[in-house]
């Protein structure tokens, strides 16, 4: 099992940048591949990015490629999503969460996780 929290989420103006990080406990980090998802008000939870185990092999939405970077350090069990040129639109609540299962590439579906952070909100103001 892991424990995933979420931190760095807070207000920032448009076109500033935020890095968010999720901390896992438990000693099989490596062995999950993560994602982070948002979920703005009165919208569905969306795919944002994902990383494989090593880190080697990311996924990103349409939304947010070129802006937005995934990234993790096993040493430290955390992932990292660094945000750039945020937009108002990015305005969400911002989940990590991990999965036990075989990387194979894009991994986009909010139901092949089975690990989820408490989330942190990530406003921008226009």
């Known amino acids: 099992q892991v424990q995933l929290v979420e931190s760095g989420g807070r207000l920032v103006q448009a076109g500033g940048s935020l890095r968010l990080s999720c901390a896992a406990s438990g000693r099989t980090f490596s062995s999950y591949y993560m994602g982070w998802f948002r979920q703005a008000p009165g919208k569905e939870r969306e795919f944002v990015a994902s990383i494989s185990w090593s880190g080697g092999s990311t996924s990103y939405a349409d939304s947010v490629k070129g802006r937005f970077t995934i990234s993790r350090d096993n040493a430290k069990n955390t992932v990292y999503l660094q945000m750039n040129s945020l937009k108002p639109e990015d305005t969400a609540v911002y989940y990590c969460?991990?999965?036990?299962?075989?990387?194979?590439?894009?991994?986009?579906?909010?139901?092949?996780?089975?690990?989820w952070g408490q989330g942190t909100q990530v406003t921008v103001s226009s």
């Open positions: 969460a991990a999965s036990s299962g075989r990387w194979s590439g894009k991994h986009t579906l909010g139901s092949e996780y089975g690990y």
